[in-house]
């Protein structure tokens, strides 16, 4: 998995980058199946003539069969980047939920089996 940190506007601590990188390592978990994935996180500063600018968090997610966009808006960029992870957590997880789900509907020979099988239990 590599991660590439991109800011415009804003300054992040090394504490701060830190927290982002560990929040991004668990998504690892999601995207075992997936050989070369890229995460961009964007973190961009919208200052204007107000007082209260926004800032904005993209988080980009990119393999080989999957794509991924989420974007967020705070007032503050750790909100901002906390909102937009759990989003890309939620449909991450999601996603693999689904793919577990379709494997073991088609199931393998050893269910194909015990599924003949079944038909010749008896009933109660």
């Known amino acids: 998995?590599?991660?590439?940190?991109?800011?415009?506007?804003?300054?992040?601590?090394?504490?701060?980058?830190?927290?982002?990188e560990k929040n991004l390592t668990k998504l690892k978990k999601y995207l075992k199946n997936?050989?070369?994935?890229?995460?961009?996180?964007?973190l961009i500063d919208d200052a204007g003539?107000?007082?209260n600018s926004t800032q904005t968090v993209k988080i980009d997610?990119?393999?080989?069969?999957?794509?991924?966009?989420?974007?967020?808006k705070k007032?503050?960029?750790?909100k901002a980047f906390v909102r937009a992870f759990s989003a890309t957590d939620r449909q991450l997880r999601d996603r693999h939920k689904k793919e577990i789900?379709?494997?073991q509907k088609t199931?393998?020979?050893?269910d194909k089996v015990f599924g003949i099988l079944g038909k010749f239990r008896r009933k109660k």
């Open 1 to 20: 998995m590599q991660i590439n940190i991109r800011t415009t506007g804003v300054i992040i601590t090394a504490r701060q980058k830190g927290q982002i």
């Open 34 to 42: 997936e050989s070369p994935v890229k995460v961009d996180v964007q």
């Open 49 to 51: 003539s107000e007082k």
């Open 61 to 72: 997610i990119t393999s080989e069969h999957y794509s991924l966009h989420v974007e967020e």
């Open 75 to 78: 007032n503050n960029v750790m």
């Open 101 to 103: 789900e379709k494997n």
């Open 107 to 110: 199931g393998g020979r050893f």
